[in-house]
C-alpha cells in the first residue's frame, strides 16, 4: 500500500467527540462577554505586549478590545466601517485595521490614538505582515496590495481576476499563498517581485476560504465550505495531498507546529481537531461542539491559547471563548 492509499484510510469522519479513551485536545477555559455587539464578527489579533484581543465587529463597525489579564472588555473603538482583519506590528507595536466597507487601512498607536491611513483600498479585507520586508499584505478588491507601513503607501501590487480571501506567507521562503474562491484556485504569488508563479485549481472542492502553513514541512492547508473539506497541498510542487472531513463554513484554520495540530473553526458549531502525523499522514483528533455561526478565531501558539468569536445569534449572546490545548 503507498502512502497516498494509506492517507486516505487513515482520514476518518470523526465529527462529534475525541477518540475514545482521549482527552478533548481544547478545552473551554474562559468566556468574555461582548454585550451589544450584534452581526458578524470578522477576525481577531492578540498583542501579546499589552495583554489585549483585538476583534474586529464588522456588523458594528467597531473594533472590540479585550483585556486578557481581566477576561473583559477594556473598549469599543469606533471608525473603522466594516472592519475586516486587525493585526499588531511586532516591531513598533502599531495595530492595523482594514475595513471594507470605507476601503481605508488605518495604523493606531498602542493607545488606539489615529495615527495615519490610507485611502481607496477598495473592500479591504485580510492582511498580513512579512517581518523581512517590513510590509504588510492587504487583500482588497481584486488585488493584493503591498505597502509599506510608515508612509503608508502602497508600494507594489498583484492584480488578480477575483477577489482574494485567506493567505499565507513564508517566513523563510519567498512565496505568498492566496485563496481565490470566485475562480476554486491557490495562487502562488513571489513576494520579492510581485508576480504570479503558479495557480493550483481545485477539482471537485469549492468555496477555499480559509487557509495556514506548516512551512517547515511544505505543507499547506486550504478549507473549502463545499463540502466541507480541508485539503492538504505539497508547497514544493503544488502537488495535490489528500483532504480531511472539517467543520462546515470554515472562516479560520491555524497550524499549532508545537503539538502538530490544525485547528478549523465553522459556522456549523466544531471546531475540528486534526493531528498531522507526519507530512503524508493526517487524522481527526476530535470535534469540539462551540455554537452556530462561531466561524472566527485566532490562536496563540506561545501560550497554546485558542480564542473564537460567537455572535449574537437567537438566544446565544455575543462572546469570546477562551480555549486552552492539551497533549
Known amino acids: 500500500m503507498n ?7 487513515m482520514l476518518g469522519a470523526c465529527l462529534g467527540t475525541a477518540y475514545a479513551g482521549q482527552p478533548q485536545p481544547l478545552v473551554l477555559v474562559k468566556t468574555i462577554p461582548l454585550n451589544g455587539i450584534d452581526g458578524r464578527i470578522d477576525h481577531m489579533c492578540v498583542d501579546a505586549n499589552n495583554e489585549r484581543l483585538y476583534v474586529a465587529a464588522l456588523s458594528n463597525d467597531s473594533l472590540e478590545v479585550i483585556d486578557l489579564k481581566l477576561g473583559k472588555r477594556l473598549r469599543s473603538l469606533s471608525g473603522p466601517r466594516g472592519p475586516r482583519d486587525v493585526m499588531v506590528l511586532p516591531e513598533s507595536h502599531e495595530v492595523v485595521v482594514a475595513s471594507g ?3 481605508v487601512f488605518r495604523l493606531y498607536d498602542e493607545q488606539l490614538n489615529l495615527l495615519r491611513f490610507l485611502n481607496e483600498l477598495k473592500d479591504a479585507d485580510n492582511i498580513r505582515y512579512d517581518s523581512t520586508s517590513k510590509r504588510v499584505y492587504l487583500g482588497c478588491g481584486k488585488e493584493l496590495a503591498f505597502i509599506d507601513p510608515q508612509g503608508p503607501t502602497k508600494v507594489a501590487e498583484v492584480l488578480l481576476n477575483a477577489h482574494p480571501e485567506a493567505f499565507a506567507v513564508e517566513k523563510d521562503g519567498n512565496n505568498i499563498y ?6 476554486r484556485e491557490v495562487v502562488v504569488i513571489d513576494k520579492g517581485n510581485a508576480q504570479i508563479t503558479g495557480r493550483w485549481k481545485l477539482l471537485e472542492d469549492r468555496d477555499n476560504f480559509p487557509m495556514a502553513l506548516d512551512e517547515k514541512n511544505n505543507r499547506l492547508f486550504v478549507g473549502c465550505r463545499r463540502p466541507a473539506k480541508m485539503l492538504i497541498y505539497d508547497t514544493k510542487n503544488g502537488s495535490y495531498i489528500g483532504k480531511v472531513d472539517c467543520a462546515g463554513d470554515a472562516d479560520d484554520i491555524h497550524y499549532d507546529s508545537e503539538r502538530k495540530r490544525v485547528y478549523v473553526t465553522g459556522g456549523q458549531g466544531y471546531i475540528t481537531v486534526i493531528s498531522e502525523v507526519d ?4 487524522k481527526v483528533l476530535a470535534s469540539v461542539p462551540t455554537a452556530d455561526e462561531a466561524r472566527t478565531s485566532c490562536f496563540e501558539p506561545t501560550t497554546g491559547t485558542l480564542y473564537l468569536a460567537v455572535p449574537h445569534h437567537r438566544k446565544q449572546p455575543a ?3 477562551v480555549y486552552k490545548t492539551r497533549p
Not at 492566496?178 to 475562480?183: Q, Y
Open 3 to 9: 502512502r497516498t492509499a494509506l492517507f486516505v484510510l
Open 101 to 103: 466597507e470605507d476601503g
Open 178 to 183: 492566496m485563496n481565490l474562491p470566485e475562480l
Open 279 to 282: 507530512p503524508y499522514l493526517f
Open 319 to 321: 462572546e469570546i471563548r
